[in-house]
């Protein structure tokens, strides 16, 4: 059953897992654009804004948690599907602004799901933004520094800055951007190892010979 083609912008730090959810949304009609990291992300949004993102949690660079969370809030009719390898079920994890999860590995046909009701026809739930969503910053686990040295997407003006944590987890905190004076709430998570990218590639590939059969 065709259904209306849509931008869907992939965002994953794994350049085979990038390629190879490009092509199953290719052949599934969509027009793909791929990102290797949050900031990728959103200059691709700036350029052209997706329907649907699938993205990652545990990227260098602007994570996946920061990435949502800043979409969420200047973007929030764009569907949103959270992946990864670190948190298992299928719920939204805790602190994650996301509308739907997809645990990496587990079956691509749950995913496919997610992707057709987010896509169909039904009209999109109108959201109501807190105006304290944090922007998540991810730390390695076992990560042992007092302090860390972040870098921070304005939720207002959209540029960035650096900004020093005190080690305290799981508590929202503010630090005032730099350009524009706003407070931006952040909370620091732990993120785990990743895992299963390998299996979860041969999936991919699996499923993308089948799509193309
Ligand atoms: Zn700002």
Redesign the pocket.
């Known amino acids: 059953m065709p259904i209306a083609k849509k931008r869907v912008l992939i965002v994953d730090d794994e350049p085979a897992t990038r390629l190879l959810l490009g092509q199953i949304f290719s052949g599934m009609g969509h027009d793909v654009a791929v990102a290797e990291d949050g900031f990728t992300a959103l200059e691709a949004i700036r350029q052209a804004e997706p329907d649907l993102i699938l993205s990652d949690l545990n990227m260098p660079g602007m994570s996946g948690f920061e990435l949502l969370s800043v979409v969420r809030r200047r973007l929030p009719s764009i569907y949103v599907i959270a992946s990864s390898g670190a948190y298992t079920g299928d719920s939204v994890p805790e602190g994650i602004s996301a509308d739907a999860f997809y645990e990496k590995a587990t079956t691509l046909k749950a995913l496919f799901e997610i992707v057709k009701g987010a896509l169909g026809t039904e009209a999109r739930k109108t959201r109501r933004i807190g105006s304290e969503v944090p922007v998540w910053l991810t730390m390695e686990e076992g990560h042992s520094a007092d302090k860390e040295y972040f870098v921070i997407s ?1 939720t ?2 959209l ?1 960035t800055f650096s900004h020093v944590h005190e080690k305290v987890f799981g508590v929202v905190h503010h630090a005032d ?1 730099v ?4 407070p ?1 709430p952040y909370a620091v998570v732990r993120l785990l190892a990743k895992v299963n990218e390998q299996a979860y590639q041969m999936e991919l590939d699996t499923a993308g010979r089948s799509l193309r059969a």
Do not use: D, P, Q, Y
């Open positions: 304005c207002e003006c540029r951007c350009h524009c004076k706003s931006t």
